[in-house]
């Protein structure tokens, strides 16, 4: 044999080694993979089902953390609430400047609510000292009941959201989710996760206004009008002591033009925070809407819009994204509020059109509190609009 067979066989000896060698470790991986799936489904609490956690209720109590507070607040979980599954009291984390809530903060779970029918019969637990003035009882399955609650919140918080603006403009709830992602210029969202679908189609099934089902909003899930619908627990202020829901309001942008900083908020939870760059006096404060929102501003997305552009209330002024970004937390903008890429992108997905914007001075902390992981939707309808040149005050 010469020269170039030897060296065609050898060639075919290594791959088949290559080959047998990825099998192996895909049989010896595939074990791990394996438990590494169970580990997952198997961080609910025990005793505690999907479903169960789905209708668990979880309450922010604000102000000081103290006996009186918490007193206060547990009598409102149980009479107006009327908590009859299991609930959760927390002490939502305040911001820097004490003014709102952090959502990215873990908050500190206070005490636990086993709800009965039977008023009489419920079984409170109390898991901080503070609170009670007695001997705390372990925290971990609370814990573990709100990090698995929670994983799923801020999905349909967008839902909410997205309902209600949807509401808003056509005057009627959607008879399906897509009508949520249609093509430009109708796009409310990129698309939905399978996770909202199924609030959708619990909220259909149950009927509109109805108090069945699972999910945080009043009368949890409820039917799809209840999610667009306000939540009913007190929203005092930070600092006056009450009871929050979180997470159930819809979403709202607000702009600080002092700390360049802009915030998505629920209520008075910060859910994200970013850093920006404004104009200074050329960024107009007060309060409007997105009006539009356009994937690939002027067909590109390495542009001077970026990415991503949200058009406020039909005027010239825009969220969007920059091929500047040293000028992020400058005023070197014509008006506009330029975003970072990762940032941009990921507010796109989360606001609906419709979501108020409030831009002034003096509104939010410097924190900086992104995604993690990066909310992300699945893209299901057309975003782009190549037949319009955007001139943003960029």
């Known amino acids: 044999m010469g020269a170039a067979g030897q060296k065609k066989k050898l060639q075919q000896r290594l791959r088949w080694t290559a080959l047998t060698i990825l099998m ?54 149980l009479l107006k ?9 927390a002490y939502g984390r305040p911001t820097e400047d004490g003014k709102w809530i952090s959502w990215s903060k873990s908050p500190q779970i206070l005490l636990s609510v086993e709800g009965k029918e039977d008023a009489a019969t419920q079984q409170i637990q109390y898991h901080d000292a503070e609170s009670c003035s007695c001997q705390p009882t372990e925290a971990s399955k609370p814990q573990a009941v709100f990090s698995a609650w929670a994983e799923q919140r801020e999905q349909e918080l967008v839902l909410r959201s997205a309902l209600t603006s949807y509401k808003q403009k056509n005057g009627k709830m959607p008879e399906n989710i897509q009508d949520l992602s249609q093509p430009y210029p109708n796009n409310m969202l990129p698309g939905v996760t399978p996770f909202m679908e199924q609030l959708f189609d619990q909220g259909k099934k149950a009927g509109m206004g109805d108090s069945a089902g ?37 979403l709202r942008i607000v702009v600080d033009k002092t700390s360049h900083r802009l915030a998505l908020v629920s209520g008075q939870l910060i859910v994200r925070s970013y850093p920006v760059g404004l104009g200074a006096d050329r960024t107009p404060e007060g309060t409007f809407e997105i009006s539009e929102k356009v994937r690939n501003p002027n067909g590109k997305s390495n542009g001077e819009f970026g990415s991503r552009g949200m058009q ?20 070197q903008s014509l ?60």
């Open 214 to 250: 699972g999910g945080q909003g009043e009368g949890q899930a409820g039917g799809t009008d209840s999610l667009s619908s306000e939540p009913s627990a007190n929203t005092s202020a930070i600092g006056t002591g009450g009871l929050v829901k979180p997470l159930t309001e819809p």
């Open 81 to 89: 609430e009327r908590v009859n599954r299991y609930a959760i009291l």
């Open 312 to 331: 406020l209330s039909d005027t010239q002024y825009a969220i969007h994204g920059t091929n500047k970004p040293s000028s992020i937390e400058k005023d």
């Open 24 to 77: 192996v470790l895909g049989i010896l991986l595939s074990p791990e993979l394996n438990k590494q799936k169970d580990k997952t489904a198997a961080a609910l609490p025990e005793g505690m089902t999907q479903e169960q956690v789905q209708e668990t209720k979880v309450y922010y109590v604000t102000g000081s953390k103290n006996k009186e507070n918490t007193a206060a607040a547990l009598q409102e979980m």
């Open 335 to 394: 008006g506009c509020i330029r975003m970072l890429k990762e940032d941009v992108e990921e507010l796109f997905d989360m606001v609906p059109m419709g979501t108020p914007v409030t831009i002034g001075k003096g509104l939010l902390p410097s924190e900086v509190k992104r995604g993690k992981p990066v909310f992300e939707l699945p893209v299901s309808t057309v975003e782009t609009n190549p037949g319009k040149v955007y001139k943003w005050l960029d």
